[in-house]
């Protein structure tokens, strides 16, 4: 049975930074796409940033580029996600989202595995 457990959410400033985590139990790393998406309340899902886990080309959502770094340690079947810079409106609820076939567009609605989810809050 495939798990996602994410950890590493909390309260912040803005400015502030935090690094969120996803360890994988069940799930064997292809080339597949993983990653993080969000969702604010009352917003929809937004796909932050994703990883293809075989080649390890990165995509973000235009609002983290430069500030989100995607990383994954496969000894560890860890999935990391640096955050830099934090601002008000990067606060949501985060979640691991894994077994997608590619990384495009709402790359996470067609993964097979999702997570619980991290709350990050980050005041101004």
């Known amino acids: 049975q495939v798990q996602l457990v994410e950890s590493g959410g909390g309260s912040v400033q803005a400015g502030g930074s935090l690094r969120l985590s996803c360890a994988a139990s069940?799930?064997?790393?292809?080339?597949?796409?993983m990653g993080w998406f969000r969702q604010a309340p009352g917003k929809e899902r937004e796909g932050v940033a994703a990883i293809y886990t075989g080649g390890g080309s990165t995509y973000y959502a235009d609002s983290v580029k430069g500030r989100f770094t995607i990383s994954q340690d496969n000894a560890k079947n860890t999935l990391y996600l640096q955050m830099n810079s934090l601002k008000p409106e990067d606060t949501a609820m985060y979640y691991c989202a894994a077994d997608a076939l590619w990384c495009g567009g709402s790359w996470y609605e067609r993964a097979r595995y999702w997570g619980q989810g991290t709350q990050v809050t980050v005041s101004s």
């Open positions: 069940g799930y064997t790393y292809s080339s597949y796409c």
